[in-house]
Nanobody, 113 residues
Framework: QVQLVEYGGGLVQPGGSLRLSCAAS????????MDWFRQAPGKERELVAT???????NYVHSVKGRFTISRDNAKNMVYLQMNSLKPEDTAVYYC???????WGQGTQVTVSS
């Protein structure tokens, strides 16, 4: 069956960096676009970044220049490199197979001093 597992979250100080990873299984990974979403307390889930099957990327305005989405099709992995983190980046981060109902369980990112 399809499975997505995220990891790499944690507590980081403002200005710091984290790299999130998402391992996919049960799909022909290189055929699908992949998304990273986030959901902060009391807020709706927000699309943060997308990478197409061909490697074209797109970002929400608030993370442009700070976050980088990438993929390794040989490993069935998608990544989110997050730099210059801000307290407002605090959220649970989820990966999703684009335009599908398949989500990971999420990983908590907390940016605080």
């Amino acid at each position: 069956q399809v499975q997505l597992v995220e990891y790499g979250g944690g507590l980081v100080q403002p200005g710091g960096s984290l790299r999130l990873s998402c391992a996919a299984s049960g799909i022909i990974f290189n055929m699908y676009a992949m998304d990273w979403f986030r959901q902060a307390p009391g807020k709706e889930r927000e699309l943060v970044a997308t990478i197409t099957a061909g490697g074209i990327t797109n970002y929400v305005h608030s993370v442009k220049g700070r976050f980088t989405i990438s993929r390794d099709n040989a490993k069935n992995m998608v990544y989110l490199q997050m730099n210059s983190l801000k307290p407002e980046d605090t959220a649970v981060y989820y990966c999703r197979i684009a335009a599908s109902g398949y989500w990971g369980q999420g990983t908590q990112v907390t940016v605080s001093s």
